[in-house]
């Protein structure tokens, strides 16, 4: 008995102006550090929620990834950019166990509150499209795939078992596309 084939579904991707609207639409410094490192390291929602301030080398300008899916550690690369706002935000809120804790200290942030932050975003920024934190790591990977980073380097970033989950971004790269010339122009 053969299985039913899986739709092949390709993943959302915002543009770098969708994403820095985003980005910049809470003045909120928590909120805003937090929406920030999920697009910088392509982080997964629960990989952000459950950072401890340890996990920041900012000496090296990585990042520790504990414990991510399939139980995996990994480390990613911070920016001097991002690493100004997580010391800026470091200052304001001073967390203590987790790196953006809910409102009692100690506890980690919620994934309802995360989801919250990110609907309130695309209401400022006046974003229509149904926009959700994956979108974000998946723009991340997208952007750095028309960067000309190699797919492997992506892979190690996104903490992906296997190239052929990387690859589906290969088939999201709008600059790879639109250097594809058709036949039709030659006639």
């Not at 915002?14 to 999920?38: D, G, P, W």
């Not at 899916?69 to 935000?89: A, F, H, N, Q, T």
Request: aromatic share 6%; hydrophobic share 30%; proline share 4%.
């Amino acid at each position: 008995m053969e299985r039913p084939k899986q739709p092949r579904l390709l993943p959302h991707v915002l543009s770098k102006e969708e994403v820095k609207q985003i980005l910049q639409a809470h003045q909120n410094i928590k909120h805003r550090t937090m929406l920030s490192l999920i697009y910088a390291c392509g982080l997964r929602r629960g990989e952000l929620l459950n950072l401890k301030p340890q996990d920041i080398d900012s000496q090296r300008g990585m990042l520790r990834v504990n414990q991510g899916k399939g139980k995996k550690d990994r480390l990613v690369p911070i920016s001097e950019k991002i690493i100004g706002i997580l010391r800026e935000y470091y200052q304001y809120e001073k967390p203590t166990e987790y790196l953006f804790e809910g409102e009692k200290m100690g506890e980690k942030y919620s994934e309802g509150s995360l989801q919250k932050v990110l609907k309130s975003a695309l209401k400022k920024a006046k974003i229509a499209k149904p926009v959700t934190l994956h979108w974000l790591r998946h723009s991340y990977a997208t952007h750095l795939l028309e960067s000309g980073t190699d797919l492997r380097f992506i892979q190690e970033l996104l903490g992906h078992n296997s190239s052929k989950t990387t690859e589906i971004y290969t088939h999201v790269s709008q600059k790879s596309l639109q250097k594809i010339k058709s036949p039709f122009d030659d006639l």
